[in-house]
């Protein structure tokens, strides 16, 4: 069983859609009690950082998600789902994420050299692994069995993850510079993209989540 989480600002039916698909059960809930006693979570998002962290708040959230992470259970953050695991970001300053990774979450700049960016950045992408991160082989990552690197995934977003970790840093993606498409950390795994937007791959990685 995966628990999706409710706080009011994601693409809940998709993502629950994606998972009946590749032959798993899900429930969507907003009860801390559900998610604190959940196997495997995940954290869909789409809308403001600042917004989603009084959301998540407000619905007694917060602690629950924290300590399936520092229990070490799988957890997929998507989209501001990833963004959400940093300590701040550029969207609302002075609003405190969840802190378990650490680093912000900064905004696209409108130009990169003489280039100008459409922010914010929509569409299929190239993803490639982090030449300087410490893991050498996507084989290594269970979510991403049978993706190789250079797949294609889609974006919806106007900012994105720094950590202070690079070797957190598994996948990146390049929009006028290069940006987090992925982040890894033992059973934590969180795309910038939308698996469940990104047809047969999207639809491989959230399999693998199911399976491990």
Same mark, same amino acid.
């Given at each position: ?64 998600? !924290?300590?399936? *992470? ?7 953050? $998507?989209?501001? =789902?990833?963004?959400?695991? /940093?300590?701040? @970001? ?44 410490? !893991?050498?082989? *996507? ?7 049978? $993706?190789?690197? =250079?797949?294609?995934?889609? /974006?919806?977003? @106007? ?44 639809? !491989? ?8």
């Amino acid at each position: 069983m995966i628990t999706v989480i409710d706080y009011g600002m994601g693409n809940l039916r998709s993502v629950a859609k994606a998972l009946e698909h590749v032959g798993a059960s899900a429930r969507v809930t907003s009860d801390p009690r559900e998610v604190a006693k959940a196997e495997k979570l995940i954290l869909p998002g789409v809308g403001a950082f600042g917004a989603a962290m009084q959301e998540l708040a407000h619905r007694r959230l917060v602690e629950p998600i !924290r300590a399936a *992470l520092r229990q070490g259970r799988p957890y997929l953050g $998507i989209c501001l =789902g990833l963004q959400l695991l /940093f300590q701040d @970001s550029e969207e609302d300053p002075g609003v405190k994420g969840l802190g378990v990774l650490q680093g912000t979450v900064r905004r696209f700049p409108g130009t990169a050299g003489s280039m100008t960016l459409k922010v914010p950045h929509m569409g299929w992408n190239q993803v490639s692994q982090n030449a300087k991160g410490k !893991r050498q082989h *996507l084989e290594g990552c269970p979510v991403l069995g049978d $993706i190789p690197d =250079g797949s294609y995934f889609y /974006f919806v977003h @106007s900012y994105y993850a720094d950590p202070a970790d690079r070797s957190l840093v598994l996948l990146e993606a390049d929009y006028g510079i290069r940006f987090t498409a992925m982040v890894w950390k033992d059973r934590l795994f969180a795309t910038q993209f939308h698996p469940e937007k990104s047809q047969a791959l999207g639809l !491989r990685l959230l399999k693998n989540f199911v399976e491990l």
